[in-house]
């Protein structure tokens, strides 16, 4: 069996203990944390919340698959602190924002932290090279922390960044030096999007990934993320593509905010895994 877990991304508009109730009712025995309002922003944990929220999982007996930075609105908007931002204060803000993730990862035991890959909007003052080059020196800054913390950090290609697809991952690697603490959360519908065979796209990429993320996608090619089994992508065959390589990490269910319907949402999605084996009975 593989090792499904929830993100509370579904639950932004709830609070994290909702999120949590909705995860573990569902019959998942993990959860992906966002490193945002009202969740886990970073500047809100205090030893004595951050000792609540590991007292509470241990009780449910629910582990945590990652921590998930990518995307943070407690600054003003989603692309903000950019990697690659023209102003050099907004990117030291994004590298001390993920400095923070990667030391309250250690503290709560958490074994990696997600990040983005870039905004798809590239300033300027800046090529395509020049922009990744900076990226790629940016994250090379955090690096040497993951080591000592002993938290990986992983990149996430998205079809709007400025890591989209296989060959690109494959080269910032490289620009990265194949870091020890470096790696990737694989998320199968994004590279359905760019138009790569998910299953292909994982095994040239296996070595690096050590979370993966699943969601449906639209038919036409939209970049939204949907219910399993409501899009194009083809979810049972990935998910055995994920067993015959005996990956081991945690597959995190990730959808849009749907509001005051996240438990629902979350419950379906159990359904459809339950349905077609993946995922234990509740009962088990």
Not at 8 to 29: H, M, N, P, Q
Not at 252 to 257: R, V
Request: proline share 5%; aromatic share 8%; with cysteine.
């Amino acid at each position: 069996m593989l090792n499904f877990s929830y993100s509370t991304s579904v639950f932004r508009l709830k609070s994290l203990e909702d999120a949590i109730e909705g995860i573990e009712r569902a019959g998942f025995t993990g959860v992906e944390l966002i490193a945002d309002r009202p969740h886990v922003f970073p500047d809100d944990m205090s030893a004595a919340r951050v000792t609540d929220l590991i007292r509470n999982l241990t009780r449910k007996k629910m582990k945590i698959s990652n921590l998930n930075s990518a995307l943070v609105t407690a600054y003003g908007d989603q692309v903000s602190p950019s990697w690659i931002a023209e102003n050099a204060a907004e990117r030291e803000k994004r590298v001390g924002f993920t400095l923070s993730c990667l030391k309250m990862a250690a503290a709560m035991g958490i074994p990696h932290v997600s990040t983005d890959t870039g905004p798809g909007t590239i300033p300027d003052s800046l090529s395509l090279s020049e922009a990744v080059d900076l990226y790629a020196g940016q994250i090379s800054r955090i690096l040497p922390v993951a080591k000592k913390l002993s938290v990986h950090l992983l990149l996430q290609p998205d079809p709007e960044s400025l890591v989209q697809t296989t060959e690109d991952t494959l080269k910032m690697m490289f620009k990265l030096k194949n870091h020890e603490f470096v790696g990737i959360t694989f998320d199968a519908a994004h590279f359905q999007l760019v138009e790569e065979d998910p299953c292909e796209a994982y095994q040239a990429l296996r070595k690096y990934v050590y979370h993966v993320s699943l969601a449906d996608v639209p038919v036409n090619g939209s970049h939204r993320h949907i219910q399993l089994g409501d899009g194009g992508l083809d979810i049972p065959r990935f998910l055995e593509c994920l067993l015959a390589s005996n990956y081991l990490g945690y597959v995190t269910i990730k959808l849009e905010s749907h509001d005051q319907r996240a438990d629902k949402v979350v419950a379906a999605s159990a359904k459809y895994l339950r349905e077609r084996d993946f995922m234990p009975p509740v009962d088990e």
